[in-house]
């Protein structure tokens, strides 16, 4: 094996084994996923779970002061949690309003999120305070009721003595509430309640395992899930990053810059950056309407958004219609598009890679340059270089 000294510049994008890198104002981002290489000890590969720092497949949900979910305290702590930031059971499972936080004069509504600023900087709270008022006014802001029935705003649902189902118009396939369990690993109490959380769902019922990130890992308990079927059987699916379930998306793995995010939030309105706030900004760049946008933030800490196809039996020509948006949005990231720039939060994605689930049809056609693009690996081996950024 050699050894390089490589000098990138700015904005340069690279592989460091199976972690994407890149540059930025001086600094090396990485992701933080776990690889096993050629390199790889024979102990190494032994104790190699394919979870963040080999933690071991146990789901012990425990909720960050991020808002975020995460399986056990083993990835949380790898995450970069002290012990002091988090604590035992799913975030949903928490009543932010218990004890109440807000005046006599206000009422403690839950809003949960998970935050991609700092939040020993910016409080991440779950919760927001919301005015007792006898009269409501008209601002469109829909809220459903556990009746399915469609309000106004949350003033007018309170007003009426009813209980919060789901933030958005009411939908007619949400009637019963039955528990889901998200990609982000969070158990949701219905389909809607994870829709309006932009989460796509990945199974039904409470969450109970996570899936694999790697495909030299774990017999995970994912095994013991019973996984929805899939509609589109001219899909080549994927699996998102520690979901148990396969689905036909086009899938984007991004890396962020926390410290470009908090200096957002510092000169803005002083709230905290949440993975909503950049799910509804790339919302705005899909064009295509037989798509929708999806995400979270992985416990690799990277942000994951799903451009999935809205129809329940989607055609293979919907389906490549979200994988090209996908590469799209991957395009105008990798390249800091200034359309991405024009909202605020979007400039701090500074990489991103994407994969997509081909149609049975076209899936041939991606063979030639996925054995260009290892024949080309095999020649540099990069990852045997030091890269420092300049």
Do not use: W
Not at 49 to 57: A, H, K, M, R, S
Not at 213 to 233: K, M, R
Not at 258 to 286: G, M, S, Y
Not at 328 to 342: F, G, M, V, Y
């Amino acid at each position: 094996m050699y050894l390089l000294n490589l000098f990138e510049g700015h904005g340069a994008s690279f592989n460091i084994d199976c972690n994407v890198c890149s540059c930025f104002a001086g600094n090396l981002i990485c992701s933080t996923r776990q690889c096993l290489t050629e390199h790889s000890s024979e102990d190494e590969r032994r104790k190699f779970t394919g979870l963040p720092c080999n933690c071991v497949d146990q789901f012990v949900p425990v909720c960050g002061q991020n808002g975020r979910t995460y399986p056990s305290a083993c990835i949380a702590r790898c995450a970069g949690l002290h012990d002091n930031q988090f604590e035992f059971g799913s975030c949903i499972s928490k009543d932010p309003c218990n004890p109440n936080p807000c005046n006599k004069n206000q009422r403690c509504i839950p809003k949960k999120q998970v935050c991609l600023t700092s939040f020993e900087k910016f409080e991440c709270s779950q919760h927001e305070c919301v005015p007792r008022q006898l009269n409501c006014d008209q601002t469109r802001d829909p809220v459903c009721d556990t009746d399915n029935v469609e309000y106004t705003n949350l003033c007018t649902l309170y007003q009426k003595g009813k209980s919060l189902a789901y933030r958005g118009p009411c939908q007619p396939f949400c009637r019963s509430l039955e528990p889901v369990c998200g990609h982000n690993g969070e158990t949701y109490g219905s389909v809607c309640s994870a829709y309006a959380d932009r989460v796509a769902v990945d199974y039904q019922g409470h969450c109970q395992a996570v899936g694999a990130l790697s495909d030299h890992g774990f017999h995970s308990e994912c095994a013991f899930v019973s996984c929805p079927q899939l509609s589109a059987t001219a899909c080549k699916p994927l699996r998102a990053p520690g979901a148990c379930c396969p689905l036909c998306a086009g899938m984007l793995r991004i890396l962020y810059d926390k410290d470009k995010l908090d200096n957002f939030a510092r000169v803005t309105n002083k709230k905290p950056i949440t993975v909503l706030d950049i799910l509804e900004k790339i919302r705005l760049h899909v064009s295509v309407p037989q798509c929708d946008v999806f995400g979270y933030l992985s416990i690799e800490s990277e942000i994951v958004i799903l451009i999935i196809p809205v129809d329940q039996n989607p055609k293979p020509l919907q389906i490549e219609a979200c994988n090209k948006e996908a590469e799209k949005i991957e395009s105008l990231i990798n390249s800091d598009s200034p359309t991405l720039a024009s909202h605020v939060p979007l400039s701090a994605l500074i990489a991103s890679q994407v994969q997509v689930s081909y149609s049975i049809s076209s899936a041939s056609a991606q063979v030639v340059p996925a054995l260009h693009s290892l024949f080309i690996s095999l020649l540099f081996p990069l990852s045997s270089a030091l890269r420092y950024c300049m």
